[in-house]
């Protein structure tokens, strides 16, 4: 199988500055574990074009990126974000080029900014590179996307913008919202022929949560059949996270990606996986790499 790492330097400029807990440190250093695995190309990312991002976002909302105006006290958008931002996003359509261009796994670690709205940063989210991922990954031949979402908060942007589009199922699993953000969704009410919430709450044992969680992927992946997956791979339930409360251990991480990366093989699709959340480093770099092993050993 062909894999291939997208990234160059540049993406380091994705960094909201000294006391955020968004540092592209933590990219570097996945970058680092993920190069020692055998067998992956790393290939240069490019920018996305306005008209790329304006298939999910909206052009007022991108001028207002530009300019420095959109953003607020969680996700401080100068305007000298607009470029790292819009590069990150091409990084994840460089990645489904590739898996275009007969790649079956693509990783963009400087990606899964799953909270971002058409109109509005969120949670550390400028553009939202997993819906405009998808749309695009459509427009290139892959009419059916299934986008899983493992970060430990609830992929709001995602499921918001999928909301009325079958052609996209989205699944997210993460920490209940009655006791993280984004509070207001993520609930299992929510769910709808294509789309799944799965939360959990923190008193919840990992093993009972791995026997609810790990049946349903090929459960609700294969009736779909996608034709690409998207991957949000974020790891910030990782015990000690500072930005969640749930102990998830690298035993979660394994056996959700060795499950993904089976039911991919099997029904025979290609992968994007993309960073999304993992403030705890520089075990989120072990995680990553963890988790991409699996799939290139598994696919
Ligand atoms: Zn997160």
Redesign the pocket.
Known sequence: MKAALVWNDELLSYDFGEGHPLRSERCKWGVEEISKIEGLDVIPPRYASEDEIALVHTNEYIEMVRKGLAGDLDTPVSPSLFNPARLSVGATLKGIDLLREGYSLAINVCGGWHHAFENKARGFCIFNDVAIGAKYAQKKGFPKIFIIDW???HGDGTQRIFKKDNSVFTMSIHQHPSTQYPYFSGYERENDPTNLNVPILPSEDEQEIMKKVLPLIPRFVEPFKPNLMIVQM?V?GYKGDP?SGIDLSERFYDAVSKTVSRCAKNNDFPVILLG??GFNFPKTAQLWALIVENFMMEM
Do not use: L, S
């Open positions: 970060d430990v908060h974020g910030d930005m999304g959340g």
